[in-house]
């Protein structure tokens, strides 16, 4: 056992006191031109003061406005979360900021007690407040009688009783109020350029039909008279009524009444034996004119002669005189015909197959119009409540911009307007539902019936003909079909805001009072106690003349304490018991000399020899140990997974059990689920603030330890303890100190925790349940797939709904249907529906029935096709096919399948190609069966891209269409069984099982016409319905799936209509029942655990999980230093053997200037660890004394040889002041 003598030189009082007296001028001088902390300054302490002054006048201002306006303001679920996230959040940077106060008071303290008098060891060099947790602290300075320090420790906490107790500051309680200047988001603009009126087809058409005759709605963003730009209000309640200036976009007919002059009005054609009469020629010569037109010619009775009484004409005619678009005019009519001469030939001609008939034919009565289109731009204000579909706004105080858009002339609305009813074959609601009756035959445009229904000027056809009738009628109908073609074709998405108004049945912020008296208590305390500080502060004297916070500082410190430096020689591995032993025989204090700072030993009159046998004592000591340790740090991770699991078993049960328990309305309670949950997270910060500071007290020693050291700037200066965190952040990015980076990182993040757990749990109204169980109606059996005599009429009415709700025109679904799904007919108790509260609903397992198509899809050169220009027979029919694609299906198999008797023809199906570009086709295949009645037939699709003449791309898929059930989880509205967009049925799909003998009917959608050159209706619905998909998904190879799966999704909401309508069979009998869980409205008060809220702690809580970690795994803090850097005295112990201390003899410059010190050890590194240190015991010795073993300490290594230097040449300023 070797021992180790230390001579410790003690300088008798009197002599110190002596000497700081010959020194007091200079000592004076350097005290009030040295450090000060920058937090313990007294206008920083009085900013605080006036800080938390203004905290308690902002809290009673908002009382005041709590109690006077029944809430403090408005909040909805978004804003919900400022105001329980706001005061936390503002409480939690004041207490950041405050961190600094405590910590420079901490470490302050020791320098200012060796300044004031000579203290012992405890009291001094060996004083540490920053190690221990805030109540020792506390404890500690009261001991010591440093007020300061027991003042700001008790501040800190106090902050944390406010953060904890701000987490239950507000509560929310649903009023009404006006509010002005309400933020309004508007979705999109009108733009004329590059307009695409005709893009949306037969959608505006039907979507009058839809209107009018099927409980439809219009589209968002028209109305029957304009089309307006889309609006919300994203930061109110849903249940507001929001008011928005728009623009809106409305087009017009300027009609003029005509006269009319018919000079030749001749009719031949055959009659046949069965009455029909087709005309073969029409001579007619007539004028329709105005002041300002005149039309030669018009075809006034439709081209019918006089077979029809009554003609009514919605059609474009050419002004005379006027070329272009500037001569056009819609023209609309309503006649009376009658034949004046009638000529019959009564020999049969059997060439025409009848009997030639020719006539005059004379008008008896008529209204004729001319009108001019006309569009304009618009300013609105539209009113429409905020959980409404915009289908529903209300439009008023209308005012013209008196402007038109530029690149849009008024007649390209016309001329889609005028082409909308045209060209459809399959039939729609209005063929059945003329508004009009006539004594005759009556042939009237649907444009001009479908106005009339508009109008309400249904009736006797008579009515057409009174004054004003027939301008109206029209005028109804061409705006209405104008909204709905430039909602299409002028729409441009980009967002751009505007404020507007609402009425908002809103939630109130109320404060509580328990939180909010107990908040004012805390901060009454925090004021008095930073006064104490304040009152305590030396307003012009340093207890310093630099930052002594460093190493490198320190290490100025030892070089000119001699008595210190022996005394400390061969303590740097020695735990903090050794040093208590060496150091508390003695009293110390600072003093500042012309040879520089220094620490002076003052003798106790003890014996001036201490002889201390090292290895005899323990090599460490408890309180040499820094908190938490590896294990402490591991169960704090484990704690943290379990807090991450809690939480989502929690919110688990909340969401599957409407809460996780019945409160109360009591305020108190209240409290238990908002503190608890923060205290919990208070206490995780505190945790990892304590790792936050052992990775950054050590951070300096941790580069020192490796094996290359570190050179000045990465370990000398140093110092991650005296700054914010964000300021930590940036310092230990710039110096790669990525365990530092860490750990702040995850302190940084635990300051959130509590603000988000103030917004965790909330008491929410929930809904009470009853059971029971539902009763199946009838079955989908109503055909027989395989009897042949059996073949059911394809439902249009079906169909058309379908494509209502595929085009967005019908938003919600027919009552037992929702997408693809279509469920049978259910019923409940009698008594229990009479007894149902409103808006009840019921949860069950049912089963569904939907389509599921066995597709074989062919890409590229799978594909067997070929392009050819059109033939002329083919441009005879249609003149604007350019070329033909001929292209052969997949072939499968037809349905039945197993009995053989099913084939699939040989066939090529031709796609007639206007232009190049995108191209889609939807067609029945070819395959036939002996026992088929024409249901479950194979569709064959085609889609791909032409381009320069050639096939970019071709895709071709044949479904053979195939039923199935699932069970489906689905939520129905009662009484009425209707099913909400906001709940959607979710099919189980494991429980998929097909049903083969199903009758499947095919969708007639190629009776329904198209205006997108070389897409059908059906491809035109699939890239601009409801559910569109990218046009240029049709050209992009690696988009196959998405258009097949787009296309099963559209056939089944085709499918699942035909189902619901035609294939029904009633059956009482059955016996089938559904258990179910109907939700009432009677409400009860249930805990709520926040999804939004529970996230982000969860994703709060990994990340300070990962970042301790990976702090924990970059540095191991236990195993770095044998005691903690925390004292002057524990790291003067690592330098009183260091070879480089002579470096700072200089007592004018700052040994924290980074640039010099990073210059002059240019090429030098700095090692903490065993070295052969010269013998300091006596200071005369030189440079080249001799060498013993000694533990390891920081000393100078070269960097190039890894070589200890002997020598000790002086920094360039003391070398100066040397040779000075």
Known sequence: MSKITTVVKSVKLNDISKRQEEWSPDGARSQSNGWRPFYLRRRILLIFVIAFCGVIAALEVLNHISQVNYGIASSDEGRHYLWTYGPTAILTVIAAFWSRVEFQVKQHTPWQSLQEKPEVAEKSILLDYITPIQPFTVIKALQNRHSAVAAGATTSMLLTLLIIFSTGLFSLQEVGAQKYKVPILLSDYFSGENSTLDAGGATPFDTLNSVLFDNGSYPEGTTANLAFQRFSAPNISSNAVVTAPIDGLEAQLGCEPASITIKKWEVEGVMTVDGEFSITHQNMTNEISTPSCKIENFAIDGGYGAYFSYVGMFEQGQCAGLKGSDGRRVVVTIAKIRESFVFLNHTYDDYNRGYHRKSDIGLDRSVQLICQPTYSLLEVNATNNASLSLSNVHIEDTRSKNSTLPGLAAWDIASSVLGGPQGHTLSRPIENNNPFVAPGNMSVDYSLQMGAWLTGSTGSIDYLFQEGVLNNVASAYYRAMAAQYM????????????????????????????????????????????????????????????????????????????????????????????????????????????????????????????????????????????????????????????????????????????????????????????????????????????????????????????????????????????????????????????????????????????????????????????????????????????????????????????????????????????????????????????????????????????????????????????????????????????????????????????????????????????????????????????????????????????????????????????????????????????????????????????????????????????????????????????????????????????????????????????????????????????????????????????????????????????????????????????????????VASLLADSNFLEWYQSAGEDPNDTSRGRKFFAGLRFVLGRQNVLDLSDSDSSSTGEKKDADFTIHLVDAVGEKELTSSPLMPWAARERDG
Not at 1032 to 1039: A, E, I, M, S, W
């Open 487 to 1130: 909602n299409n074709g002028l729409v441009r998405q980009e967002s751009s805001t505007t404020t507007g108004s609402a009425v908002i049945h809103e939630n109130r912020v109320v404060i509580a009072q328990l939180p909010l008296r107990a908040m004012e208590v805390c901060l009454v305390l925090v004021i008095l106690f930073a006064l104490v500080m304040i009152f305590l502060a030396s307003p012009a004297t340093t207890s310093t003349p630099w930052n002594p916070n460093s190493v490198s500082a320190i290490a100025a410190v030892v070089f000119n304490s001699q008595a210190l430096r022996q005394s400390l020689s061969g303590t740097s591995a020695s735990p903090l018991h050794i040093l208590q032993s060496r150091l508390k025989t003695s009293r110390y204090c600072s003093r500042t000399s012309p040879e520089g700072f220094s620490i002076e030993t003052v003798d106790n009159e003890q014996s001036d020899i201490i002889t201390t046998d090292k290895e005899s004592s323990p090599s460490s000591s408890t309180d040499s140990k820094l908190f938490p340790s590896l294990i402490f740090r591991v169960t704090i991770f484990v704690v943290v997974v379990a807090m991450i699991v809690v939480l989502e078993v929690l919110l688990r049960i909340s969401e599957t059990h409407d809460g996780l328990a019945n409160v109360t309305s009591n305020e108190y309670m209240h409290y238990l689920w908002t503190l608890l949950p923060s205290l919990l997270m208070e206490i995780i910060g505190l945790c990892f603030g304590s790792m936050s500071f052992n990775s950054r007290i050590l951070a300096p020693y941790a580069r020192l330890k490796r094996p290359s050291g570190a050179v000045f700037q990465e370990c000398m200066t140093v110092n991650f303890l005296d700054s914010l965190s964000v300021t930590t952040v940036v310092k230990s990015i710039r110096t790669k100190h990525f365990a530092v980076l860490a750990a702040t990182l995850a302190a940084f993040i635990t300051s959130f925790l509590s603000i988000v757990t103030s917004g965790l749990f909330s008491a929410v109204n929930v809904s009470q349940y009853t059971s029971t169980n539902l009763t199946r109606e009838d079955t989908f059996q109503r055909f027989a797939i395989w009897n042949a005599s059996v073949n059911p009429d394809l439902g249009a009415s079906d169909a058309i709904t379908a494509q209502y709700i595929i085009q967005g025109n019908r938003t919600s679904f027919p009552r037992w249907t929702y997408e693809t799904l279509v469920f049978p007919k259910l019923s409940i108790n009698d008594s229990l529906t009479a007894n149902l509260p409103k808006d009840s609903f019921v949860d069950l397992r049912v089963p569904a029935l939907r389509t599921a198509p066995s597709c074989l899809v062919q890409k590229g050169s799978e594909v067997n096709y070929t392009l050819k220009p059109a033939t002329d027979e083919q441009k005879a029919t249609n003149s604007k096919v350019s070329q033909v694609l001929y292209i052969n299906p997949p072939r499968n198999g037809c349905a039945p399948w197993s009995n053989g008797q099913g084939w699939l023809e040989d066939s090529t199906d031709l796609l007639q190609l206007e232009t190049e570009g995108y191209f889609g086709l939807a067609i029945l295949s070819p395959c036939y069966n002996a026992n088929s009645s024409g249901a479950n037939m194979p569709v064959s699709y085609f889609w791909g891209q032409v381009g320069n003449g050639s096939v970019a791309n071709v895709v071709a898929m044949t479904c053979a269409p195939v039923a199935e059930t699932v069970n489906t989880w689905t939520r129905f509205l009662l009484p009425d069984f209707d099913i909400s967009g906001d709940h959607p049925p979710v099919p189980d799909e494991s429980s998929a099982t097909p049903v083969e003998s199903q009758y499947i009917p095919y969708s007639p959608w190629s009776g329904i016409s198209s205006t997108a050159a070389d897409l059908d209706s059906f491809f035109q619905a699939l890239v601009s319905g409801r559910w569109a998909i990218p046009r240029d998904y049709l050209g992009d190879v690696d988009k196959v799936e998405n258009v097949v799966k787009a296309i099963k999704f559209q056939d089944g909401i085709m499918r699942a209509q035909e189902f619901n309508g035609m294939t029904r069979l009633s059956n009482a009998s059955l016996g089938i029942s559904y258990p179910g869980n109907i939700t009432l409205t009677n409400s009860r008060l249930r805990l709520i655990q926040d999804p939004t809220s529970t996230r982000i702690l969860d994703a709060l809580l990994a990340s300070i999980l990962i970042l301790g970690v990976l702090g924990s795994v970059l540095v191991n803090t236990d195993h770095i230093l044998p005691k903690v850097p925390s004292s002057i005295a524990a």
